[in-house]
């Protein structure tokens, strides 16, 4: 299977899946008894993931387009970004388990501007979108409970559930004219032990908004089987279009449901090195899951003063950076669509999937070989992008760019990319010589 972390390239295992869990037996697994079941994750490097670093270590060229840490992309920042963490506020301890109540007021004002009210007392600091789930999971699951996902999706949902004791259970979207949610897909994995429904909204990679009319069937079908929503927006702010970018909050979605909106500043400020983000809850049984996640939150306090006395700052700042991400995004999609039509007519080897917000852009290529196969092929050819399994697509026909990576570098790199499989088409497509 993303997330957050998947940008980054979650290191692929020599078994082809992502450290997927290790079976074990005799004196390995006696060896092995002072660890738990749950971290028993394959964690050899995969010739792939080798190939790479051999490649970055020998100092050889790579277009990256991969890029997920915009602090990496070469985006402006204010020089005075982390004046903020000079607050003298941040000497003073106030262990608060929900977070500082004026660093809680800033995300209430956050979603203000998004047309949307909320209350402080619902809102719960956290240090970064993977703590929010863990408490999450926490809160909702026993162990051997589900979580419905639909793929594509984040990878990184497996290691989060595997850490709690909790099973995902993958759903497929529908893509058909752009992408959609298959609800009787999702009513078929229902179980006596599902407890939530996740979403990615807009969905990484896939770029997909979840509707009024999605939302509205969805919540009807957790009602029905007393299941929880969870609500990631760490995408929110990225729109392509004026429709997709009035999408809006769950938060402001009245579904009757629980809802949780899972959001934080790596995406939305473009500061994923400060680790804030939060969870916010809503719909029935909102107060009494905020008890309950009050006293997790308490017997961890993990977030530190200096980031909560800065984040009203840095979100009151974050047009800054978001109209630099926006742009360049915009711009790599509009090229990625020009470079696409200039295939032969007749001989289109690469197609681009509807995308309506987010940072990647997924496309559709011929399932010649698995796309393990031809991610090496580009990585030889000097640029670097993920396989579609990597993100719960099949094994062979899907690759998975970022649109964050500087103009130029990502101009280039699908150039490549398309005369690589543009000669991959070339040597199918030639008869076997006879002896």
């Not at 080798?50 to 060229?61: K, N, Q, S, T």
């Not at 804030?276 to 809503?282: C, D, E, G, I, K």
Request: one cysteine or more.
């Amino acid at each position: 299977m993303v997330t957050k972390r998947a940008p980054a390239f979650i290191v692929p295992c020599a078994n082809g899946g992502f450290a997927a869990k290790q079976c074990l037996s005799g004196a390995d697994l006696r060896s092995c008894m002072k660890f738990s079941e749950r971290t028993g994750w394959n964690t050899e490097e995969s010739e792939l993931a080798r190939a790479h670093r051999v490649r970055l270590a020998a100092g050889e060229p790579l277009l990256d387009l991969t890029a997920s840490n915009p602090t990496r992309c070469g985006f402006l920042y204010p020089e005075v970004l982390l004046e903020p963490l000079r607050n003298r506020q941040a000497l003073e301890y106030d262990p608060n388990p929900l977070g500082l109540v004026t660093a809680r007021a800033a995300v209430v004002q956050y979603y203000a501007e998004h047309g949307v009210e909320i209350d402080a007392a619902r809102v719960l600091l956290t240090t970064s979108t993977s703590e929010a789930y863990g408490f999450l999971f926490k809160l909702l699951c026993n162990a051997g409970d589900e979580i419905l996902v639909p793929q594509p999706s984040y990878p990184l949902f497996d290691f989060l559930a595997d850490l709690e004791l909790v099973r995902i259970v993958a759903a497929q979207l529908v893509y058909d004219h752009g992408w959609q949610l298959d609800l009787e897909g999702l009513r078929r994995r229902i179980t006596a032990k599902t407890r939530a429904v996740v979403l990615v909204h807009p969905n990484n990679p896939t770029g997909h908004f979840t509707k009024i009319h999605e939302a509205r069937e969805l919540a009807a079908l957790c009602r029905e089987h007393g299941l929880a929503l969870i609500v990631d927006e760490v995408f929110l702010d990225y729109g392509f279009t004026a429709e997709s970018a009035d999408s809006g909050s769950f938060a402001g979605r009245d579904l009757g449901v629980l809802t949780f909106v899972v959001s934080g500043i790596s995406k939305i400020c473009g500061l994923p090195q400060m680790k804030v983000a939060w969870l916010a809850a809503t719909g029935p049984g909102a107060a009494e899951a905020m008890a309950r996640l009050e006293v997790v939150a308490d017997t961890y306090l993990s977030m530190n003063a200096p980031v909560q006395a800065a984040l009203p700052v840095w979100l009151a700042q974050r047009g800054g950076i978001q109209g630099q991400i926006r742009a360049r995004t915009l711009r790599n999609l509009l090229m990625l669509d020009e470079l696409l039509a200039r295939q032969m007519a007749g001989k289109t080897l690469v197609n681009r999937l509807e995308v309506e917000g987010g940072w990647y852009a997924v496309l559709r290529i011929p399932a010649m070989q698995p796309d393990e196969a031809t991610v090496r092929q580009l990585l030889d050819a000097g640029v670097w992008v993920h396989p579609g399994f990597f993100f719960g697509f099949g094994p062979a026909g899907w690759l998975v760019v970022s649109l964050l990576s500087a103009n130029g570098e990502f101009r280039e790199g699908i150039e490549t990319l398309l005369e690589v499989l543009g000669r991959n088409q070339v040597s199918y497509s030639l008869p076997e010589c006879s002896t």
